[in-house]
């Protein structure tokens, strides 16, 4: 049987994994602000002061072995401390100094005795710990608790009625989530540091002016690119592999000549296999670095290896999609149910395609165009139409968050993404690597193929 308070426990470290998970994901921030001294009111400039006060009260009662010998059992709702004055105790009201900030002093003070202790315990010499003359941080821990953002200009903090009006919160994007802060004095100037953590959107850049593109892998053109260029590459096993590899088949399987050779064969393997993996991080890096958004359709790569078996092989093909994942700016892989080579991409209307016809003949508009050119700029057009789908859940997902954490700043605007005209690029001068052959879509190709 599970008890409630098991129960509660559990819930409380499932919440924590979950955001230990999320900020795996997430970049750290710290965003620096200054409160504006000269916006306080006489009120507010005497609260922060007695703040810094009675955190220091507390610190020093805490550590105090005359008061304290039980320090891991205090009292964190304690309400009057013994201060020292001169040369006698008087007692001291906690009058502005909230609940939340004295457990984090309390805490921070066992933290500091528990370290104080193990350093003993590994033999250093230690003394114990010492009286603070003065404070000069308080832990805001709790975000919409200790202390909240309410805009770019504003913050609040819990058990202060003005609003502190500060400096550098225009940095203030809607992509941070703020966590916990820290109020610091410094001369009589108080700071807010905020660690802020970066929640991460699909399509973080502004999507105005990128540049698209995408690509159909084939069996007779390997790589068919939406700007009209095609590659074609093929890094078969060397010689020296294929001979190895006959010599092997002949030697006496386990035998001290059967491992060498084998040996030797490995090494060859491995230099195909770098070439082929370099050939393809090659592409990668050409798509990924000139253009911003890429698409793809998800295609059943290994019905094709049953199919074309080799052919296939020899390429690495599967590299690209995987890689592309990683590089580009934004990637798109469409569903690979959706018809980009059955459809028209000028009028939309589709027909059934035989996989040996090499030219799409449009039986609606007449339109003739190169099979996978027609299924690339298909792909734009889903494509495109994915990426607006993507721009709409990230501005209500911005918008959700803004909401939860409380904050008024303006989200970015939903925009529609209208992609941005692309000259064909000049083949000349154009060299991926010296395993890839580029050429130029054959357009007037079909019209070729017709006559
Ligand atoms: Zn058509």
Redesign the pocket.
């Known amino acids: 049987m599970i008890n409630t308070s098991e129960e509660k426990n559990n819930k409380i470290k499932d919440s924590l994994n979950k955001t230990k998970n999320k900020r795996k994901s997430q970049e750290i921030a710290i965003i620096k602000t200054k409160i504006d001294n000269d916006k306080l009111n006489k009120n507010t400039v005497k609260i922060l002061n007695r703040i810094f006060l009675e955190a220091k009260w507390l610190y020093n009662y805490i550590i105090n072995k005359e008061f304290n010998n039980d320090i891991f059992n205090i009292d964190y709702k304690i309400n009057n401390v013994p201060v020292y004055v001169k040369d006698h105790y008087e007692t001291r009201r906690l009058k502005y100094i909230s609940s939340q900030m004295k457990e984090e002093i309390i805490d921070r003070a066992i933290d500091n005795i528990k370290g104080l202790h193990e350093l003993k315990n590994k033999g250093f010499k230690t003394g114990k710990l010492k009286f603070k003359s003065h404070i000069t941080s308080i832990p805001l821990k709790q975000y919409n608790n200790t202390y909240k953002i309410i805009n770019n200009k504003y913050i609040k903090i819990q058990g202060i009625k003005q609003l502190l009006k500060v400096n550098g919160l225009d940095n203030l994007k809607y992509y941070f989530e703020p966590s916990n802060a820290l109020l610091i004095n410094k001369n009589n100037n108080y700071y807010i540091y905020i660690t802020a953590y970066k929640n991460k959107y699909i399509l973080d850049k502004p999507v105005n002016n990128q540049k698209i593109i995408s690509f159909d892998l084939g069996i007779k053109n390997q790589l068919t690119l939406s700007n009209g260029l095609v590659l074609n590459y093929n890094i078969p096993k060397s010689k020296r592999e294929k001979r190895i590899q006959r010599r092997l088949s002949k030697k006496v399987k386990n035998s001290n000549n059967y491992y060498k050779l084998k040996n030797k064969l490995n090494v060859e393997q491995t230099k195909t296999t770098n070439k082929r993996k370099d050939t393809v991080n090659k592409i990668v890096h050409y798509i990924s670095s000139d253009y911003n958004i890429v698409i793809t359709q998800k295609d059943n790569i290994r019905g094709w290896k049953h199919l074309f078996g080799k052919r296939i092989e020899s390429t690495g093909i599967g590299g690209i999609i995987e890689a592309l994942k990683y590089k580009a700016s934004t990637f798109i892989l469409l569903n690979r149910f959706l018809p980009t080579t059955k459809e028209?991409?000028?009028?939309?209307?589709k027909y059934n395609i035989n996989l040996d016809e090499r030219i799409y003949k449009?039986?609606?508009?007449?339109?003739i165009i190169n099979r996978d050119y027609n299924s690339t700029l298909n792909d734009i057009y889903y494509g495109i139409i994915k990426i607006n789908e993507l721009l709409k859940n990230k501005y209500n997902k911005i918008n959700k968050d803004l909401k939860k954490y409380n904050i008024n700043v303006l989200a970015e605007r939903l925009r529609e993404y209208t992609p941005v005209e692309i000259d064909a690029p000049a083949l000349e001068g154009l060299k991926i690597s010296p395993y890839v052959r580029v050429s130029m879509v054959d357009e007037s190709g079909s019209l070729i193929a017709l006559a």
């Open positions: 028209c991409s000028k009028c939309h209307n449009c039986p609606n508009c007449g339109f």
